[in-house]
DNA sequence: TTGAAAGCGCTAACAT
DNA sequence: ATGTTAGCGCTTTCAA
């Protein structure tokens, strides 16, 4: 594997003017810098990144830890990210935490250790830390769930005024016994999501169930209510990989969305509008949650003295057909 | 930003005794040690994986270069990928090349350049090119499509004869002129893909289009087969990202899957199901695939003078009901 | 413009 | 069992 030393040595010249020649910093003669060039290329000569980041104490490589690689939610937000950090030559490094606090401490810890320019971060939950990062100086910024106890920037939805909203449209169009299927507490988006569906009901007319963020889980508590004496009439859920779940579960007891059983969930996947009836859906602007994210980041990278913000971004209900009767 | 000199001053000891304690690798006088740990946890010291990577020539994290983070094909390969490699210590960060030979060109530089153990990769074509990663030797496997021109490791799918054994599925199901949607030419699986369709149908009665491995494009190469004066009766879709492009361009034209059209995909993504009729399917091992080309890097990592082996696994063909009138 | 040399933070001989 | 020291590959003063 060619060093620097080897590269210099073959070229004539010291180490000193071979980095500047690669590095472009300071001029070189121009009939050096054709020797070091050639000296490189005939040796394939690639700067060792790691001691260049050792010695300059910076990386241009973002990590971004989202909770669920299979929920496109996080992959349209992990679009936003790239797309906005590539024009500013960072690169992107995706780690999923898997909605698991001991993973998610393991990612940071790599972050941490390989002292990457900045993180991106969607918390699992009450647990999750970043102070050792900030401490040593990595910026950290919140995406889509705010960071407990802390006061960094941070993108978020308005997701509980969303829920609200969604529950009022499913009273709206009749539905009587409206219920609401949220993920596991602590998990703020849904904590969030159930306190609109409260503000909308009432906390006394409540019916809910938890589950994980995952198909499965919603599938067993869909069907738990759906087999109540007197069922829900209609389900507000709390995101796309467990509006799958639901679904299975009206499928499993020939249930037919909106004729029998009226359904509103967050985030827009790309098959809500295959499915017969389409799903109305809370969908959130994912990718635009990336990129303000990323340039939040970016400019706290630049600058780490500035006042945090928290940009919130709102959700749009889509109105589809398995929300009326 | 402590480091392992201050804990060293801090505790009374050397740096030496520090890394001692900290690695566990020699025994330590328990006095010292524990001194040691606390120096460390007062200064708040975490170690510099630049600096250790450096000295010790070797990183535990693991590349994965995908085409498609939102295909969900792939990110199941991910997950594949980081279960067995967390088990090893190996953390995996994901990149997202997007089918685009310059991004992954990129990130197969920053691979490089940040000393990775190791990468697995889905080539996104033939100008893909692993060379400078091999000869700094740094291991490379290919996942899921072949790299250009050389005998490595890699882990393929036999996915020509799947798309010749769907589409048999479909001749026998009466289905009598069916065509294919593939990705582009150059991409490998779409190039098998259509193979094993020619094998069936013999390349003279062959119908086919090509589009970007995406749902837009494949609902726009999908309305062309479909206003031709004599449209095909069957499709075969190369993948499931595209077949929602299809499935789309069906209900624009009121086409009903399976009573109007055979329609067979290749990816069993999570909402195959859902749609009415549930969508035929070609199922990749994704997550399978994930796993073993995890476990050939590994086991190259430890010795880079094994053969290099190809394994391939079988799809499975799932009949439902979209491939029946 | 160029080179010599220090040093980023750590680990691993080697010596004690 | 512990300390001393060299050095991983690079960038960057500082002198020349």
Same mark, same amino acid.
């Given at each position: 594997m060619a060093t620097i030393s080897?590269? #210099? +040595? =073959?070229?004539g010249v010291s180490t000193a003017t071979v980095s500047?020649?690669? &590095? %472009?910093?300071?001029?070189?003669?121009?009939?050096? #810098? +054709? =020797?070091?060039?050639?000296?490189?290329?005939?040796?394939?000569?690639?700067? &060792? %990144?790691?001691?260049?980041n050792l010695r300059r104490q910076e990386t241009a490589v973002l990590a971004l830890i989202i909770s669920d690689v299979e929920n496109p939610f996080f992959t349209s937000i992990a679009r936003g990210v790239e797309d906005?950090?590539?024009?500013?030559?960072?690169?992107?490094?995706?780690?999923?935490?898997?909605?698991?606090?001991?993973?998610?401490?393991?990612?940071?810890?790599?972050?941490l250790q390989e002292r990457v320019a900045g993180v991106l971060l969607s918390p699992t939950g009450p647990a999750t830390s970043v102070t050792r990062l900030r401490r040593l100086g990595i910026p950290v910024v919140a995406v889509d769930r705010p960071l407990p106890g802390t006061d960094g920037d941070q993108v978020l939805v308005d997701t509980r005024r969303a829920a609200r909203q969604a529950t009022?449209?499913?009273?709206?169009?009749?539905?009587?016994?409206v219920a609401c299927l949220t993920g596991p507490p602590g998990v703020r988006t849904a904590d969030d999501r159930l306190s609109g569906y409260f503000d909308a009901v009432g906390e006394e007319n409540a019916i809910f169930r938890r589950a994980e963020y995952r198909a499965e889980g919603a599938r067993h508590a869909a069907g738990d209510l759906l087999d109540q004496p007197v069922p829900p009439d209609a389900l507000l859920v709390a995101n796309s990989t467990m509006a799958i779940g639901?679904?299975?579960?009206?499928?499993?007891?020939?249930?037919?969305?909106?004729?029998?059983?009226?359904?509103v969930s967050f985030d827009d996947a790309p098959w809500t509008t295959l499915i017969d009836p389409p799903l109305t859906v809370v969908?959130?602007?994912?990718?635009?949650?990336?990129?303000?994210?990323?340039?939040?980041?970016?400019?706290?990278?630049?600058?780490?003295?500035?006042?945090?913000?928290?940009?919130?971004?709102?959700?749009?209900?889509i109105d589809r057909q398995s929300s009326h009767r």
């Open positions: 080897d590269v #210099a +040595a =073959r070229a500047r020649t690669l &590095n %472009g910093k300071s001029t070189v003669d121009p009939e050096l #810098a +054709a =020797r070091v060039l050639e000296a490189a290329e005939e040796l394939g000569y690639h700067p &060792n %990144g790691l001691a260049r906005l950090a590539q024009v500013s030559g960072y690169s992107v490094v995706l780690c999923n935490s898997d909605e698991n606090e001991d993973k998610e401490r393991r990612y940071l810890d790599v972050a009022r449209h499913l009273v709206a169009n009749s539905y009587r016994r639901v679904l299975e579960a009206l499928a499993e007891r020939s249930l037919r969305a909106g004729r029998d059983i009226g359904i969908a959130q602007p994912a990718y635009e949650i990336g990129r303000v994210a990323a340039q939040l980041l970016l400019a706290r990278i630049a600058d780490s003295t500035r006042e945090p913000v928290t940009t919130t971004l709102d959700a749009q209900l």
